[in-house]
C-alpha cells in the first residue's frame, strides 16, 4: 500500500505537467487553425483567385497543424503510458493485498480446526469423567448395598 501511494505521488506531478502541457499544445493547436482559416480565405490573385503563393503559405499552416498533431498525439501516448503503468503497479498491490488475505484466510481456517479438535478432546475427557463417575456412582451404591445386606444378616 506504501508502494501505491509513492509510486502516486511521484505520478500526480508529471500527470498534471503532462496535462498543462497538453492544454498548452491544444490551444497552439487552435491557434494554427485560425491562421490556417486566415491564409486558406485569403486570395490576392487577379479577379479575387487564390496565387500559388497563397496555396502556399496555406500548405505551410496545415505541415504545421499536423506537426502539433504529430505532438499532441506523443503527448496523450505518454500519458496513456503513465496511467497504465499506474493501473499495473494498482493491479500488482491488490493481487499481493489478495493474496495477502488468502493466507491470512487459511491461517484463521487452521487456527479453527485446531480449536475444534482441541474442543473434541475436551468433550470427549468430559464424556470419560462423566462414565467414570456413574460407574463408580453405582458401584459405591452395589457395594452399599451388599454391605447393608451382610449387616442385616448379621
Given at each position: 500500500m ?8 511521484l505520478?500526480?506531478?508529471?500527470i ?21 482559416k486566415?491564409a486558406?480565405?485569403?486570395?490576392s ?7 500559388k ?12 497543424i ?7 498525439m506523443?503527448?496523450l501516448?505518454?500519458?496513456k ?5 499506474e ?18 484466510i ?8 485446531e480449536?475444534?479438535e482441541?474442543?473434541k478432546a475436551?468433550?470427549n ?14 458401584c ?5 448395598y451388599?454391605?447393608?445386606?451382610l449387616k442385616?444378616?448379621?
Open positions: 506504501k508502494k501505491l501511494l509513492f509510486i502516486a505521488l505520478m500526480f506531478p508529471l498534471s505537467f503532462a496535462q498543462e502541457k497538453l492544454e498548452k499544445l491544444v490551444k497552439e493547436r487552435q491557434s494554427l487553425h485560425q491562421r490556417w486566415a486558406e480565405s485569403q486570395k490573385g487577379i479577379f479575387g483567385n487564390r496565387t503563393k497563397d496555396m502556399i503559405e496555406t500548405n505551410d499552416w496545415m505541415e504545421r499536423i506537426l502539433k498533431d504529430n505532438q499532441i506523443d503527448e501516448e505518454m500519458l503510458n503513465i496511467e497504465t503503468t493501473i499495473k503497479y494498482e493491479k500488482d498491490d491488490y493481487k499481493f493485498i489478495a493474496q495477502k488475505q488468502e493466507q491470512d487459511g491461517k484463521l481456517k487452521r487456527a479453527l480446526l480449536k475444534d482441541e474442543i475436551i468433550k475427557s468430559k464424556r470419560t469423567y462423566e462414565w467414570t463417575t456413574l460407574i463408580f456412582f453405582i459405591t451404591g452395589v457395594l452399599g451388599l454391605f447393608y445386606k442385616s444378616k448379621s
